[in-house]
């Protein structure tokens, strides 16, 4: 029989106003358990990075799985211009300095007004960010700490006509190799190659975000190619995402844990010749189901 619950009532406490807590010591609490922040059981990487001429960024915490980043910056008391603005220059440090890693912004407050969630998710749209909403609260002698994620990222829908808009223009192969570098290209032209064996008429569309296909002048997307120097990402389209997603934990081809419609896969153009059936049935049936769409 479970432990019987009893009634308690929690009284808030103002961490900002408080004489025994500060911004130092709730750092010392999320980097002691990560997972307070409910984001999941990620490991701390970095406490107080130093960046020239921007201050300091409280922490920087890991996903182990994905090996995603998580730019975290904290505020006591409620959240205001600057902490934005502090936020969003990190996570732009953080991701020009190591661009082969995916980063993701989180802002800790204990109070996110209306009026600034309205301004963080204008932000949403070109930043994936966090907002993270913490509170204390007293109970029985003890302080309890609970958070509560006021805005997540923006899950990304297929229809990409509003991508292509936005970032279509001015990308071409030499854009790719010069930010993804040219040793993973191979491998996308690799599954590319595939793709074409199921619908011929796919041409590669190299975007400033991503490479896609398209059809007949038509955004296709059955796969969506994000090439890094060390990797490729890639998003394929496709029903049975959690059946896959069983298949492939056994095998080397990394299966990411995001916010996403697709199954998002990581490898490396070696791990992609070592298991080249195993993409080929995993890119037709893509293509099919695609195919049964039309």
Not at 50 to 66: F, I, M, Q, T, V
Not at 191 to 204: M, S
Not at 240 to 249: F, T
Not at 285 to 293: H, I, K, L, M, T
Request: include cysteine; proline fraction near 3%; hydrophobic fraction near 40%.
């Amino acid at each position: 029989m479970a432990d019987k619950l009893n009634y308690r009532k929690a009284t808030p406490v103002s961490l900002k106003d408080h004489s025994d807590f500060n911004e130092k010591w709730l750092q010392a609490r999320i980097a002691d358990d990560p997972a307070i922040l409910g984001l999941g059981e990620l490991e701390v990487r970095s406490l107080e990075v130093s960046h020239p001429k921007a201050g300091r960024l409280d922490l920087l915490l890991r996903d182990p799985e994905s090996d995603r980043r998580y730019v975290v910056e904290i505020q006591l008391g409620a959240t205001d211009a600057s902490h934005i603005i502090r936020t969003l220059e990190y996570w732009d440090i953080q991701s020009k300095r190591y661009p082969h890693l995916d980063h993701c912004a989180v802002l800790v407050a204990e109070d996110i007004t209306s009026r600034f969630l309205n301004v963080i998710g204008l932000f949403n749209s070109a930043v994936p960010i966090i907002a993270i909403q913490l509170n204390a609260l007293a109970v029985d002698g003890s302080i309890v700490l609970n958070a509560v994620t006021v805005l997540d990222e923006i899950v990304r829908a297929d229809d990409e006509e509003e991508d292509d808009q936005k970032w279509g223009q001015g990308a071409d192969r030499a854009f790719w190799e010069q930010k993804a570098g040219a040793a993973t290209l191979p491998a996308v032209d690799a599954c590319f190659a595939i793709l074409r064996e199921f619908r011929p008429n796919l041409t590669l569309r190299y975007n400033r975000q991503y490479i896609g296909e398209y059809e007949d002048g038509m955004a296709e997307h059955i796969v969506k190619f994000w090439p890094r120097k060390q990797w490729v990402r890639a998003g394929i389209r496709i029903a049975d995402k959690e059946v896959w997603r069983q298949r492939l934990a056994e095998t080397p081809i990394e299966v990411l844990d995001v916010k996403s419609r697709r199954l998002v896969i990581q490898f490396t153009k070696d791990v992609f010749e070592r298991n080249r059936e195993l993409f080929l049935e995993l890119l037709k049936a893509a293509c099919e189901e695609s195919g049964d769409e039309d």
